[in-house]
């Protein structure tokens, strides 16, 4: 008899404890539990332990953290009927879990179909130089238009990131004419500059030169000396008329002077 009693005994303990850790739930510190009565909405239960009674409470469990969605690969065809391929992320978390639970049955898959849709909608309405350009500008028009939409589900966007724009082949090949273009223009305009530069340097040279009497043979003198020490080349220098004036002030004068005095002689 006192065998039968310390079996039941034990076998109620053992029932009790099992029904008592089917009672207790675990929400961590980043969850929030969406507790139902018999399939009636109770409260939102915070962190830490909680006593659920089997069979006419359940709890789910909602993720408060920054989660990431992915956004595939969409071909979106821009407003100047250009093709591209893009790609992008969003960053989300639920604000609101009982929003989250009840308004919406799947509100990460919903926020991944409206971003979607949202990004075909913005980028349609842009040129292809305006998509290149204005990355952050695309990615925030979006944030705002799926933000708004999402605000009812409970759920907060708080970025969403443009990670690729895949181009056609030939529009490559184009924008890289196009560049090689940009960049030879752009050389060719620093190229005249810096001859205009040369030029109005030039002339400014030249004026002081010929202003200073003897300073144009002087800078001949010292061309040629610069060059002598290099004698494996021939250079041909032609001298400029100016020269002769050093001449003819000097020795070259007194001797025609004389030879046209032996003549008057004779």
Known sequence: MLG????????????????????????????????FT????????????????????????????????D????????????PVNINAVVY??????????????????????????????????????????????????IKEMVDAETEAWGVDITAIKLQDIELPANM??????????????RGSII???GEVIAAKNLAKAAEILSSSEGALHLRTLQTLSDISSDQSTKYVI???LEILKAFTKGDATKVITT???????G
């Open 238 to 240: 032609t001298l400029p």
């Open 259 to 265: 030879k046209s005095e032996k003549r008057k002689k």
């Open 172 to 185: 490559k090949r184009a924008m890289a004419r196009q560049a090689e273009a940009e960049r030879e223009k």
């Open 92 to 141: 989300m978390r639920v604000d609101d879990p009982e929003k989250a639970v009840l308004k919406i049955r799947d509100y990460v898959y919903a926020v991944a179909q409206y971003g979607q849709t949202a990004l075909r909608d913005i980028v349609g309405e842009r040129e292809l130089d305006n998509v290149l350009t204005d990355r952050e500008g695309i990615a925030k028009q």
């Open 38 to 69: 018999m399939g009636r909405f109770s409260k939102v239960l915070g962190p830490g332990w909680h006593v659920i009674v089997p069979f006419f409470q359940t709890l789910r469990i909602v993720d408060t953290r920054i989660t990431t969605v």
């Open 4 to 35: 039968f009693l310390s079996f039941c005994f034990w076998t109620i303990v053992g029932i009790a404890a099992v029904l008592l850790f089917m009672c207790i739930r675990q929400v961590m510190e980043y969850q929030r539990g969406i507790l």
């Open 191 to 193: 190229k005249s500059e």
């Open 71 to 82: 956004i595939p690969k969409q071909e979106v065809m821009t407003k100047d009927n250009v």
